[in-house]
């Protein structure tokens, strides 16, 4: 659930196509997705800032062009320091749930707390990319960097 309400939370700069209404708010699912049929069907009705969303696969880097959000899968664990290279000169909100990943420059990293779903939040690298995240996403954080 929290995937899809991340991007409402960000000021998105005019480079990242948000100010042209009819373009699709594109997440890129990079490596092998843990979502099976759900985001897909999730994100068919859902809109981000009055933008349809379109998610696409793909285990290539270069997939990163043209997309607003990246949900890194542990897949691509190996990977990561290059997958945030290119995603920060983008301005691509990267998410993943990889123990550590936050700490490593992953803006958004989901957690699992007590059975429950949290989040951690590296500041430093949304607002490097050119997308500064609201206070109150912030505020919810279990842990910002």
């Not at 949304?126 to 960097?145: D, I, M």
């Amino acid at each position: 659930r929290f995937l899809l309400q991340f991007p409402e939370f960000v000021s998105w700069p005019p480079a990242s196509g948000m100010g042209d209404p009819a373009r699709p708010f594109v997440i890129l699912v990079l490596g092998d997705s843990p979502f099976g049929p759900w985001l897909d069907q999730t994100a068919a009705d859902h809109k981000v800032q009055g933008h349809p969303v379109e998610v696409r696969y793909s285990h290539d880097p270069a997939a990163l062009d043209g997309c607003q959000m990246v949900f890194i899968c542990s897949s691509e664990r190996s990977r990561l320091d290059g997958i945030l290279a290119r995603a920060a000169t983008r301005s691509v909100l990267t998410v993943a749930d990889m123990e550590g990943s936050a700490a490593r420059g992953v803006m958004i990293n989901l957690v699992i707390e007590s059975n429950l779903p949290r989040f951690e939040i590296n500041r430093g690298a949304a607002r490097s990319a050119g997308l500064p995240l609201n206070a109150q996403l912030l505020g919810l954080a279990r842990k910002v960097y």
